[in-house]
């Protein structure tokens, strides 16, 4: 009862009124607004000034306060309901709450000394933890002092260790001759254990190549101590002890080095060449090997000294000394090549094909012969070239894997080596003198045919024209052996199109400069101009012979030279050099309609007589004609001599002729048709106006109108003089192989003038 006394107290929540501002707002009953966030109110972090201050920028602060009455209202609400849902609960909380203090009391006392012995056992702990660190501290520094004196005594022990052997090199006084040691060095290393007096040469250098190589072994071991202390006073010290050590074992190495050259000793040299690896002083004994055993070989085949070059000047020639330098690299070098490429070895660290020998033979060519290098002789140029090549690839074939292979074309002087053949300049000479060569060719002012019989023109028979010849000259030269360059084949290819690109357009200026009817044409397209239908038969014959031979023997030569290039290479090479053919056939219609031209021309002035008909028969009685006339004979007179001469007959084939007498008769049917369509409407509308006048006078006299039947108009006689003469003209067309039945403008012609009894057949 007391809950329903309590929640009838509690009078009933009344939704706030709406403010004028809350237009969207949902009614307090049904849901808060949408800006209205009640879990905020349940964060850790909830500050009521900063959430009022955020809200106060778009909502009004007394719809604001209203919201937070209605949501106070609605928890009191909550509340309540709660306490009548668990009445008897909440009564009897007070009962069970009684005695709190004590029992808490009770429970503190054992917490609070349970903390205390946490806190003394932390603080023993953390001394332990300190004085266990500051051990460890002091141990490692310990440990590092020690290592760094194991390493300082390493080092003496080391340097001790070098000294001593140093000392103990065996005493060869030929083996000390370098002017590069004094005479207290020399004596210095003659203190050592003498060997007996029989002992041999041989004996000595191998147990002095041997004692060197572990020298050089603990030279490394020293250099690597010193590098990990060098900030040492004491290693600080140990640097002039190491440098004259050092300086000690290069001597000694070298002159050991040389004496096992000089006798062959491959044992000396082996070790010798583990001492110049241990030391990483590969360049030294390259060094050695370049001006003790290469330069004095090389200086006899290339003399490059004074003497030398007071001479007489040497040939730049390059083949005849690599031939002597191979002699002398199988003779003398072979055994050293031999021994640092063994398997296994370690000696990949040297190069001496391209760190002495080849290094040599690249300084003694620029000192003695360095015309050689010039691409201002082209032919002498790549003949070096070439040779300088194949004695690369020489001496590649020493190098006993693909590595060492590529390792030697990576080497600074290899580079150096290639840069010298400046390919570029050699190229744009190459192009001025074969470009150049057809150019001057092509802008002569007219056609010149090769001397002497066309089967007997030089390499060349079945060309005619010099620019014909000229052209496939410059296109054999550009792939021809004692040009090309194969590194420049890209170059090459382009030139090549460029050629054939030249020559038709020489072809294309000149034929549209002869349409176009310029007397003052372009230089290069006068050819044209001057040139007659038997001249450009040549231009036929020659396109022709030269597409078979690019398409063929030519491309193929090419694909040849290039087969070492992948399929996506060829393929488009193969297809420019075909375009390149085809743009150049697409010519051979365009001179053919030339030809037309100009003989359709000749024969249009002899139909120009045909207009001489209509005043045979003008005002005249003449009677019907029965003979074609004299000038039908002379219309097709141009293109019969034309295929009857010698050049027609020797250089003109059966497809082109075809082709060339049906373009020419078309054109002529044409021009014929015009003219005597023009000459019979002339006639008919002149007939008719003096049909109109004479029957105006008769019917003014009062004169009968008739006139007899029989009576044939001079348009009839003219229409029959056509009809003659054009019979005959199918009749001569017919005997040069034209069907004059599949011509439209005969036929044109025949339904024109003939009778209306022979309008339906075409019959000579």
């Keep these: ?81 709660l306490i009548n849902r668990d009445y008897n609960d909440f009564v009897n909380l007070s009962t069970n709450l009684v005695d709190v ?30 004085s266990l660190q500051n051990g460890l501290n002091q141990r490692a520094e310990a440990a590092n002092a020690r290592e760094i004196l194991e390493l300082l005594l390493d080092t003496f022990h080391v340097v001790s260790k070098v000294e001593k052997l140093i000392k103990e090199l065996p005493s060869v006084p030929a083996d000390w001759s370098n002017g590069d040691m004094n005479v207290s060095e020399k004596s210095h290393l003659s203190n050592g254990i003498s060997l007996q007096q029989s002992e041999n040469e041989s004996n000595v250098r191998e147990t002095q190549s041997m004692l060197l190589e572990r020298i050089a072994s603990e030279m490394n071991r020293l250099k690597f101590y010193m590098a990990h202390a060098k900030d040492l006073p004491f290693i600080q010290n140990v640097e002039k002890r190491f440098q004259s050590a050092s300086h000690l074992l ?13 006798h062959r000793d491959e044992n000396a040299i082996y070790n010798c060449l583990r001492a110049y690896a241990a030391i990483d002083s590969t360049s030294n004994a390259e060094e050695i090997f370049r001006s003790t055993i290469v330069a004095p070989l090389i200086e006899k085949i290339i003399p490059h000294g004074s003497s030398g070059l007071n001479g007489v000047a040497s040939v730049d020639e390059l083949e005849a000394d690599y031939r002597e ?43 003695g012969k360095p015309g050689a290098f010039s691409p201002g002789r082209p032919t002498e140029f790549l003949k070096n070239y070439k040779s300088s090549l194949e004695f690369l690839s020489h001496l590649e074939g020493y190098c006993t894997s693909r590595y060492a292979v590529s390792k030697f074309r990576t080497e600074l002087v290899y580079v150096d080596f290639m840069k010298q053949w400046n ?112 001249d450009l038969l040549y231009i036929i014959h020659d396109v022709k012979i030269l597409v078979d031979e690019v398409c063929g023997n030519y491309i193929g030569h090419v694909m040849e030279i290039l087969s070492s290039c992948p399929a996506e290479v060829m393929d488009p090479v193969k297809q420019s050099i075909l375009q390149s053919a085809k743009s150049l056939e697409d010519m051979v219609p365009s001179v053919i309609k030339s030809i037309v031209d100009m003989l359709v021309e000749k024969s249009v002035e002899a139909l120009l007589q045909l207009k001489g008909i209509s005043a045979t028969y003008r005002m005249t009685n003449k009677p019907l004609p029965i003979h074609h006339s004299p000038y039908v004979s002379a219309i097709l007179h141009p293109l019969k001599a034309f295929l009857e001469g010698d050049r027609a007959a020797t250089y003109l084939d059966d497809a082109t002729k075809f082709e060339l007498i049906q373009g020419a008769a078309l054109e002529i049917t044409k021009s014929y048709n015009e003219l005597v369509s023009e000459l019979v409407n002339v006639a008919r509308k002149t007939e ?61 012609l025949w339904q024109c003038v003939a009778p209306a009894e022979k309008q339906s057949t075409i019959v000579f």
């Design 101 to 130: 203090d004590s029992s808490v009391a009770r429970m503190r006392a054992p917490l609070s000394d349970l903390r205390e012995k946490i806190a003394a056992f932390r603080n023993s702990v953390q001394d332990s933890l300190v």
């Design 688 to 748: 008719s106006s003096l049909q109109r006048l004479r029957q105006g006078a008769q019917r003014r006299t009062g004169a009968s109108s008739d006139v007899s039947d029989h009576n044939v108009s001079n348009t009839d006689k003219i229409c029959m003089q056509l009809f003659l003469d054009i019979q005959e003209y199918g009749r001569n067309l017919a005997t040069i192989g034209v069907d004059t039945a599949k011509i439209k403008d005969y036929q044109a």
């Design 325 to 367: 330098i191979k002699q002398c690299i199988e003779k003398d070098c072979t055994f050293l090549l031999r021994i640092s490429s063994r398997e296994d070895s370690g000696f990949h660290v040297f190069n001496f094909l391209a760190n002495s020998i080849l290094r040599e033979v690249h300084s003694a060519i620029q000192k």
């Design 423 to 534: 390919l570029g300049v050699y190229f744009s000479l190459r192009f001025q003198e074969i470009a150049g060569a057809l150019d001057s060719v092509l802008v002569t002012p007219s056609l010149v045919v090769a001397q002497g019989s066309r089967y007997e023109v030089g390499n060349f028979p079945a060309l005619v024209l010099k620019q014909s010849i000229t052209l496939l000259e410059s296109l054999r030269s550009c792939w021809g052996e004692d040009v090309l360059v194969l590194s420049c084949s890209d170059k090459f290819l382009r030139l090549s199109l460029q050629l054939l690109s030249r020559y038709s357009s020489w072809l294309s200026h000149g034929l549209n400069a002869r349409q176009m009817g310029h007397e003052n044409a372009n230089p290069g397209a006068e050819w044209a101009i001057s040139a007659g239908p038997e």
């Design 1 to 81: 009862m007391a809950s329903a006394d309590l929640a009838s107290a509690q009078p009933p929540p009344t939704p706030p009124p709406r403010s004028h501002t809350d237009l969207f707002g949902d009614p307090i009953n049904d849901s808060s607004p949408l800006w209205f966030k009640k879990d905020l109110f349940l964060s850790p972090d909830f500050d009521c000034e900063s959430y009022i201050s955020d809200l106060r920028t778009f909502v009004p602060f007394d719809t604001l306060r209203s919201q937070l009455h209605a949501h106070l209202s609605s928890l009191k609400h909550q509340l309540v309901d």
């Design 250 to 262: 290069d001597a000694s190495l070298g002159h050991c080095f040389l004496d096992g050259l000089e």
